[in-house]
């Protein structure tokens, strides 16, 4: 009798602790698994940028000194942050940028990349940047893609075409470029920052509502 008694207390003492265990565990994932990309991204990108120089630092040292090719690099994006910020600076670059900008290709990917990374820092003064956020049926009918308006043009036979930048996740640099006719945008009331966030995060960092209606019909 009291060993069918003990028996019966232990069940739930087990099924209590399996359940503080898988609880606790999960949190402890929860935690450390953004912490651990985090890290990761920030070591990647650190090796990346400072071993760019790292063949220069071995001809004036003799050897590799960790670190010192990330703070040159930083060292200089800060210089030249400063000169792009006088009068004098801006002057320079912007000759640099025309000589560049004659340059058969190089220039055209020039352009393109200092407009897309002026668009997505917020950093641009010009009609180049994302106006606005939508949703386009991509890659296939039935998917609904995250997508920056960024231009409208005419095309030959009078009808408006709506330029959008769908990005690539978690890189939103990266992405694709299509034209669109109104019919086919799926308007959404969301920021364009909020928007980036949800790129980013693969969709974690998502608004509870959308703003837009995704059976098929323009939302409002």
């Avoid at 049926?137 to 039935?142: F, M």
Wanted: one cysteine or more; hydrophobic letters at 45%.
């Amino acid at each position: 009798m009291m060993d069918t008694e003990t028996n019966v207390d232990e069940k739930p003492r087990q099924g209590w602790f399996g359940k503080n265990l898988r609880r606790n565990f999960l949190a402890g994932l929860l935690v450390l698994v953004p912490v651990a990309i985090v890290i990761f991204v920030i070591l990647w990108f650190f090796h990346t940028i400072d071993g760019i120089l790292q063949p220069i630092i071995r001809l004036f040292f003799g050897r590799t000194i960790t670190g010192l090719g990330f703070a040159i690099t930083f060292v200089l994006i800060y210089l030249v942050g400063v000169l792009a910020s006088n009068i004098v600076g801006r002057r320079i670059i912007q000759f640099g940028e025309w000589l560049v900008c004659k340059l058969p290709v190089l220039g055209q990917l020039y352009n393109a990349a200092k407009q897309a990374m002026s668009s997505i820092s917020g950093l641009s003064r010009t009609k180049a940047a994302f106006r606005e956020v939508v949703l386009i049926e991509y890659p296939r009918k039935g998917l609904r893609s995250i997508g920056f308006v960024t231009n409208e043009i005419i095309d030959s036979e009078g009808r408006k075409l709506t330029a959008v930048y769908l990005p690539t996740t978690p890189v939103p640099t990266s992405g694709w470029l299509i034209l669109v006719t109104e019919d086919q945008l799926i308007r959404t009331d969301i920021s364009v920052d909020t928007a980036m966030k949800m790129v980013i995060s693969g969709g974690i960092a998502s608004p509870p509502e959308l703003g837009a209606r995704v059976d098929g019909s323009q939302g409002s």
